[in-house]
């Protein structure tokens, strides 16, 4: 079946703009994660949404990262304001149980 | 706090020649451990659940195994398509959220 897909996969923008990035998550899954994979670090947690439960945002690195879930399926993930060291692929991920399964990411690059 | 650290940050092995990878990992009340296989410019490609002590799980030429403070992911005769960065990651009793240790760059040379 359909992985996790993410839009879009490339995105350049410049300092101070908005941006948003797309997660289409596997069919069925309830679960949806959101995390950060910097050049040479590992991945760092977001926010997580659970079905109809309040979002888990515990991992956000400031105000101006927000993100939503539409109809328990698609998220997005919301930058405002980007600045250079926003610049990282984000990546999705969802679970029915306990394995988590990826998308290909976005690559941001802030300029 | 949860911590996963691996190691090595690299290792570059001969087609065929076997080894290990460690992930030792200090999370409270861990209900499970996960490999992961990440190619360059992909998303992480989940290989193993591992839920407790003395559990072991294999895939091909990939065998996970257990302990109470660490996993290791051995690599028996690999080959060329195996180079990847492997990734471990451990999830606590009262969390959802992966912590993710910081992968293993593996290279295999034909």
């Known amino acids: 079946g359909a992985g996790v897909s993410q839009s879009p996969s490339n995105k350049v923008t410049e300092k101070g703009k908005d941006v948003e990035l797309r997660c289409d998550p596997i069919?069925?899954?309830?679960?949806l994660y959101w995390y950060r994979q910097s050049l040479g670090q590992g991945l760092e947690f977001l926010i997580y949404?659970?079905?109809?439960?309040?979002?888990?945002k515990s991992g956000l690195p400031s105000d101006r990262f927000s993100a939503e879930r539409t109809g328990g399926s698609v998220s997005t993930l919301t930058i405002q304001r980007t600045q250079q060291e926003d610049s990282a692929v984000y990546l999705c991920?969802?679970?029915?149980?306990?394995?988590?399964?990826f998308g290909p990411g976005t690559r941001l690059t802030v300029t | 706090e949860d911590q996963v650290t691996q190691s090595p940050e690299a290792l570059r092995l001969q087609e065929g020649e076997s080894s290990s990878l460690n992930c030792s990992y200090t999370?409270?009340?861990?209900?499970?451990l996960f490999w992961y296989r990440q190619d360059p410019g992909k998303g992480p490609e989940f290989l193993f659940t591992?839920?407790?002590a003395g559990e072991e799980k294999e895939k091909e030429r990939l065998k996970a195994t257990l302990t109470k403070k660490e996993s290791f992911l051995h690599i028996t005769a690999p080959k060329p398509e195996d180079s990847a960065t492997y990734l471990c990651?451990?999830?606590?009793?009262?969390?959802?959220?992966?912590?993710f240790g910081s992968g293993t760059q593996l290279t295999v040379l034909p």
């Open positions: 991920a969802s679970s029915l149980q306990n394995e988590q399964y």
């Open positions: 069919s069925g899954h309830t679960a």
């Open positions: 949404f659970q079905g109809n439960s309040a979002p888990d």
């Open positions: 999370v409270s009340g861990l209900r499970g």
């Open positions: 591992l839920y407790s």
């Open positions: 990651a451990g999830i606590s009793g009262s969390a959802r959220q992966l912590t």
